[in-house]
């Protein structure tokens, strides 16, 4: 069955399956991020080795980004799906057997490309079952599901503990349980088109501005995550409290993609990322003049959370909108490509300038991040989209 021969209910059913495994993915993922770093601390790791391994994820993205494709189009919808899912699984399960820190990074860079292939396949196959009318709902609503389980994920390992196998399994089972939508309804997942012309430099060229939206939009979110605590800190407060100022952040972008979502199908894509872009700019200007913990920075982060984190739901509409079927999984590879580099180097580039001027480093960082990228939408974002319907077949 071609995607053009769904019926509404059918493309409804389909999207919701993703939808409810991509909460359970959220949990599992959620969950593994701190179990490792908590294990290895408790080894006594040396910080800038448990860095590094986190690391392995996105450098397995980058690396393995361009044969995404041709191997999603040669397997198809499910067999990717499953075997993305038998590899992160075993990779988590042999982490308490092989406790050595140099197989950890290996197991990490196997699981970054189960992570890859997941992330590629299940954002292609809401694209291609989300229509022009609903896409930008359909997006909010998957990563409301997504941030929701990242957000439920420490607190597993915080009920579970860190010692053993046990926390393992539960990633474990968590992932593989995340399956169980998506098999049921595999009679109304869609084929993935066949990888077609170009290869992923043609990719990039044909929407720059999206891909740069990726980029920006990995760079700003990753660096608020692992500094915000640390400005927290630098603002005099307890570190419970600046932990506390993430919970804020994080809360924003659950409660509001939804929302911005159906905002982006009534305004227009277009309009809502130049909104998201300005919001962004302006919360990053606000934070350094609100200061200290009380109701208003409260308020600003939680806003500041939602349309900081919205700049990645809305661009993943763009490109739904924009590619043809026949391109959309290489360019949904490039977009995640552009996000893993954006997501590695926004953290060191916020914590270098929060060496040199302290706590108001990281609101620098976003505002001029934000800034270039409302500049970038502004004066490519339409452009693009005629050149692309000229250009691709």
């Known amino acids: 069955m071609t995607n053009s021969q769904f019926t509404p209910q059918q493309r409804h059913l389909s999207l919701a399956a993703v939808i409810a495994g991509a909460l359970g993915v959220g949990v599992g993922i959620g969950a593994l991020i701190p179990l490792i770093g908590l294990r290895l601390e408790a080894q006594g790791v ?3 080795l448990i860095g590094l391994t986190a ?11 361009p044969v995404v494709p041709r191997l999603i189009s040669r397997l ?6 499953i075997a993305g899912m038998i590899l992160f699984d075993g990779t988590v399960l042999l982490f308490p057997l092989l406790d050595w820190l140099a197989v950890w990074m290996v197991l990490r860079f196997l699981s970054g490309i ?4 997941h ?16 896409r930008g709902r359909v997006m909010a609503i998957y990563v409301t599901a997504m941030s929701t389980g990242f957000a439920c994920g420490p607190l597993v390992i915080a009920e579970t503990g860190i010692a053993g196998i046990r926390p393992f399994v539960i990633v474990a089972l968590a992932m593989g349980l995340s399956m169980i939508p998506i098999l049921l309804a595999r009679k109304v997942a869609p084929p993935m088109p066949r990888h077609d012309g170009g290869g992923l430099w043609f990719t990039l060229r044909m929407a720059p501005a999206i891909m740069l939206t990726a980029f920006f939009g990995g760079m700003m979110d990753l660096a608020v995550i692992n500094m915000l605590p640390l400005y927290g800190l630098a603002l005099g407060v307890e570190e419970r409290t600046a932990g506390y100022l993430l919970t804020a952040f994080i809360a924003g972008n659950v409660a509001l993609q939804i929302p911005i979502g159906w905002l982006a199908d009534r305004l227009g894509k277009f309009r809502t990322m130049l909104v998201c872009t300005g919001g962004s700019l302006a919360g990053a200007a606000l934070l350094p003049v609100v200061g200290g913990a009380g109701p208003l920075l409260w308020t600003l982060l939680f806003l500041w959370g939602g349309v900081l984190f919205a700049i990645y739901t809305v661009a993943l509409g763009l490109l739904g909108d ?6 959309l999984a290489a360019a949904n590879t490039v977009f995640v490509m552009m996000y893993n580099i954006g997501s590695f180097s926004g953290p060191v580039i916020a914590g270098a300038a929060m060496d040199l001027w302290s706590r108001d480093g990281m609101a620098a960082t ?3 991040a ?4 409302f500049a970038v939408t502004l004066w490519r974002g339409n452009r693009d989209a005629q050149r692309l319907r000229a250009s691709l077949p």
């Open 119 to 134: 992330w590629v396949v299940t954002e292609t196959w809401m694209n291609l079952m989300a229509t022009d009318r609903n």
């Open 76 to 81: 198809g919808t499910m067999p990717s799906l």
């Open 46 to 48: 040396d910080k800038w």
């Open 366 to 368: 976003i505002g001029t």
């Open 322 to 327: 924009r590619f043809p079927p026949a391109h």
């Open 114 to 117: 189960a992570v890859a292939v």
């Open 370 to 373: 934000a800034a270039l990228l």
């Open 55 to 65: 690391g392995m994820v996105p450098l397995a993205i980058l690396l393995v980004g």
